[in-house]
Every structure is written in C-alpha cells, then in structure tokens.
C-alpha cells in the first residue's frame, strides 16, 4: 500500500471564491478521502430575525448571498406572503420571475467563467464574464444595483419595468444570447475542455438522490428535478422543461448549465410577451402568524426557507437551507477517488456558495 | 471534439477595440435607477425621524431637538427603504456612489441641519 498523505485544500485557494476548507487524504496522486470543514465564514444571519422585523429581513435574506440575492429575497417574500395569506398581483409574479432568469444567467455566465478558470482557460473565463457585464448593465438598469437587486418586497415588488424597456431589453437579450452561445459552444466542443472534464468526477444517479443533491449536481446525473415546476411566480404560465443531462461527470453539469441559460432567455422572452398590466405591489398590514416552508430553484439548486411568525412583527423563527449545504456530501463522494490536479474542477462543478452555507 | 473552436471569438477580439474603458479618463456613467448615496433636501424635512425608524441598518440618526439628521455612509446599504417612507418627500437615491473616506469615524458621517445660514456641513 502506497504512502498515504494529507494535503489541505483550502480555505484559501486561488479557485475557491470562498472559503471552504478540504482534508484531501492521498495515495500517491489519489484522492482516497475528502473531509471537508466549514465554519469561516457565519454570520449568524437567522438569529437577526430577533432584532428586525419581518419587513427588514427581506433587505437581509437578500444578503445571504451575493449571486443569487434576489431569488433569496423571493423565497423569503414567499414564505411570508403565505403566511399571511397575501394575494401578489400578477404583474409582481411575472417581473420576479423575469429578474430571477436574469439573476439564474448572470449566476450562470459568473460560473461558467470560474469554471474555464478552473481549469486553466484563462482567454474563456474573461469572455464569459464580458458577456455577464451586458447582463450586469440591464439588471442595473431595472433595479438599481448590479447584484443585490433590492427589488423584492413582501406583497409584490419594489420597482416596475415599464413597455417600451422591456421590448428594448428584449432586444439586448437576444444580442447576449447570441453572444452566449459562442461561449458555451467552446465549453461544448473544444477539445481541451473536454479533456478535463468528460468522466471526471461521476456521480451515479443513485448516489445523487441517495446523498441529497439539488439543482443542476441532480439534473446533470439524469434525474429531472427542478422546484420551478412547483408552480411559484408566474412560471406554470410559461412553457419550459427541466434541462437534465445524463452524463453524470463534470462535463454533464457544464451542459446543465449551458442549456439552462437558453431556457432562462426563452422564459424571459415569453414573460415579456405575457406580462399583464396592474400594480406591482399590495399593501401589507398586520405581523405573521404561522409558519411555512418556502421552496425555490436557485442558480445552484433548491434553496428552502422556513419562517414561523408568532404575530409579533419580530418573527420566531427563520431557517434556511441552501443549496450548497446540500451538495457538500455528494462533493466529498465525487472527490473519492479522483486525480489531485482534478480536484479543483470537481470542487467547482456544484458552484460552491460557501456565504449560503454558513448564512 | 473540435480543435480551436475558439478561434473565431479570439480574432475578432483581437481585430476589435478593448472591452475595458481607459478609467480614470473615460468614466463609466450611471443609470438612472442606479442606488447611489443617499441624498436630502434639508429645508423640506420636518424631521419626523421615520426615516430612522425605517433604516434596517440604523444609518440615520435624526435628533429634533439638536434640529440634526445624520447618516453613516459606511452603515448605509443604499436600499432606498428611507426614500420610499419619507413624508415629505426629501429623501432621494442619487446614482452616484458617496466619496471613499479615508478613516472610520468622523469622516463617514454627514450631518445637515435645516437652519438658515447653515446649509450643509461635514463632521
């Protein structure tokens, strides 16, 4: 039996954007064991429940995570809202449900340029981020900020997107869309990326439902699961199937994502097509009581929120499960096994979130 | 498997002009809706202090005797919850981010009285 030796991966290393840190226990160049660690970076984010009121904690929830804000600040706004048995108007579910696409692309394009950086493609990470910052401009536009979108609201939304922008930002969709699949044609085709990530990294099907993945780490193990087709927002009025590759290695979660940016600019454009008119917003009086369970697809997969109001405007209790959380035991059996110069490419493929995590 | 599948994206980046601008001579402007600082036109507020109530990180501090509204630039998140509560109306995001400071304390705080004479004054 060959030498066995420990090499930490982590908390700082120049893949991770944040921290998580992994005991890599090798033979040789084998990777035989991953013990991952977190616990950097806690923010204590569900006990401040105790000190703003429920209307405050939607500015927090979007905060939890600086990708995917806005869908956090949607799942929270949906657990209140059913609580308090708040009717949203139309209009409300179909501009969440375009900002959310467009946070899922920008999520996305994020990625997939931290992915070519994985492993190496240094000229494909800066192209895919070059496109990201056209989406970047459109989310600023509409909302006011870049990535904490500050537009969700308990009983509808913040801000409303008026005709003429939208048929505009139509237009500058289809011209991104374009420029995205230049992109993620390299990450389909090109030789050298596949080198790197066809094989590596399997996670069978069973083991990815038996270990608990969520979002595209499911999807890309052939199992359509998707929370959108729970019927939040204004997505059972918009037609789309779950993207789901049966590749199960690295390359299969790229595909995931790739694809899924395509059916997130063809659910944009039909939300533009069908949004109605009316208010954005329904006034909100009276303190929570109750509890619910709020489940939502984020960028990484479901995220699930858990509220209990006890008709006081502080509520009780709040809970968050992250999608990463949830990926972190299907990371460490994806690591078993593996080559140590593949390890950071199969660390990226579950699009790691370490600030959801630890909240 | 393609080989240089990339190459088309490559040379018409390397034909193109450079997707950087030459900051700090071509500066990248603001949209309208951007959350920039906080702004406030003083002789409007009547100083009610539900601005201060509303902040969901207690950036302002508005003292009705003293006649003073105060913000913690470093406190404020820019989401605007102050400007949708006002009154009155004086309250206003404006697209341009607040100046860097260069220390923690007095620096980040920006005090405005409503007193003739006085106008706006930085501790």
Same mark, same amino acid.
């Given at each position: ?191 050298? &990326? =596949?080198? +790197? ?10 083991? !990815?439902? /038996?270990?608990?993945?969520? $979002? #595209? ?38 595909? &995931? =994502?790739? +694809? ?10 039909? !939300?533009? /097509?069908?949004?109605?008119? $009316? #208010? ?80 | ?123």
């Amino acid at each position: 039996m060959a030498t066995r030796t420990v090499i930490p991966f982590g908390p700082q290393h120049p893949v991770l954007p944040e921290p998580i840190h992994l005991d890599l226990v090798l033979e040789d160049e084998k990777v035989v064991q991953a013990i991952p660690s977190i616990g950097f970076i806690h923010r204590g984010l569900e006990k401040l429940v105790e000190k703003k009121d429920f209307l405050e904690m939607t500015y927090v929830a979007e905060r939890i995570c600086g990708i995917c804000s806005f869908i956090h600040g949607q799942s929270y706004c949906q657990a209140i809202e059913a609580v308090m048995k708040i009717d949203v108007p139309e209009r409300a579910l179909f501009l969440r449900t375009i900002w959310g696409e467009m946070s899922r692309i920008h999520s996305h394009l994020l990625w997939l340029g931290l992915f070519a950086d994985g492993f190496g493609f240094e000229s494909l990470f800066m192209h895919s981020w070059r496109v990201r910052e056209k989406l970047l401009d459109i989310i600023e536009e509409t909302t006011g900020g870049r990535v904490i979108f500050g537009t969700a609201k308990v009983g509808g939304v913040r801000r409303d997107i008026d005709t003429p922008t939208l048929k505009r930002i139509e237009g500058e969709l289809r011209t991104i869309e374009k420029m995205s699949r230049e992109i993620t044609d390299v990450f389909k085709k090109d030789s050298s &990326v =596949r080198r +790197r990530t066809v094989g590596v990294g399997m996670l069978s099907k069973e083991d !990815a439902v /038996a270990l608990g993945a969520v $979002g #595209p780490t499911l999807r890309g193990s052939g199992v359509s699961q998707d929370m959108r087709k729970l019927g939040y927002a204004a997505y059972p009025k918009i037609n789309w199937e779950p993207v789901v590759e049966t590749g199960c290695d690295c390359y299969a979660r790229c595909m &995931v =994502r790739c +694809r899924e940016l395509y059916e997130s600019f063809s659910m944009i454009y039909q !939300a533009i /097509a069908k949004i109605p008119d $009316g #208010p954005v917003d329904v006034k909100v009086t009276g303190n929570p009581s109750g509890e619910y369970f709020s489940r939502t697809e984020q960028p990484r997969g479901e995220v699930i929120y858990y509220v209990k109001g006890n008709a006081t405007k502080n509520l009780e209790r709040f809970r968050v499960r992250t999608p990463t959380f949830a990926n972190v035991p299907p990371l460490v059996k994806m690591l078993g096994g593996c080559e140590l110069p593949d390890v950071p490419v199969i660390v990226l493929t579950i699009d790691p979130c370490i600030s959801c995590t630890e909240r | 498997m393609r080989p240089l599948s990339f190459g088309k994206v490559i040379s018409r980046s390397v034909l193109s002009r450079p997707a950087t601008r030459l900051y700090p001579f071509v500066k990248r402007p603001f949209f309208k809706a951007t959350r920039g600082a906080v702004a406030i036109d003083i002789d409007k507020c009547i100083l009610c202090g539900i601005c201060q109530k509303r902040c969901p990180t207690a950036a302002i501090i508005v003292t009705k005797a003293a006649g003073d509204w105060q913000i913690n630039r470093l406190r404020c998140i820019s989401c605007g919850a102050c400007v949708d509560a006002c009154p009155k109306k004086c309250l206003r995001l404006e697209n341009m981010y607040s100046p860097a400071v260069v220390k923690k304390g007095a620096d980040d705080k920006v005090h405005q009285q409503p007193k003739p004479g006085l106008g706006a004054t930085q501790a």
